[in-house]
């Protein structure tokens, strides 16, 4: 008798091991997803500052574009006067 309760005291130690041993692999596995997380985040934060500026430029160009037809109807300067206006236009909108 004495031994059968020495084989299901074991039983119990190594199953209370193995426990520990998962809640930590489940505490480590948290934090690996918390990370991933946080790296998700940060990146859509980069690829949507990007589109901004990305925007930005394309404005810029847009706005240099059409002061440019625009202020060639008064001749090259005008042409030059309405790139830059339309550029620095584009930039702030």
């Known amino acids: 008798m004495a031994g059968t309760y020495g084989m299901g005291g074991g ?3 190594m ?3 193995q426990q520990q041993q998962a809640t930590g692999m489940l505490g480590d596995v948290a934090a690996q997803e918390a990370q991933r997380n946080e790296e998700n985040a940060q990146r859509e934060r980069e690829r949507k500052a990007g589109n901004q500026q990305l925007g930005a ?3 810029t160009m847009a706005g240099m574009a059409a002061g440019a037809q625009y202020g060639a109807g008064f001749g ?3 042409a030059l006067i309405g790139g830059l206006v339309g550029a620095v ?3 702030l909108f």
């Open 89 to 91: 236009a584009g930039s």
């Open 11 to 13: 039983l119990a130690s």
């Open 76 to 78: 090259p300067y005008g």
């Open 57 to 59: 430029t394309v404005g």
């Open 15 to 17: 199953g209370q091991q």
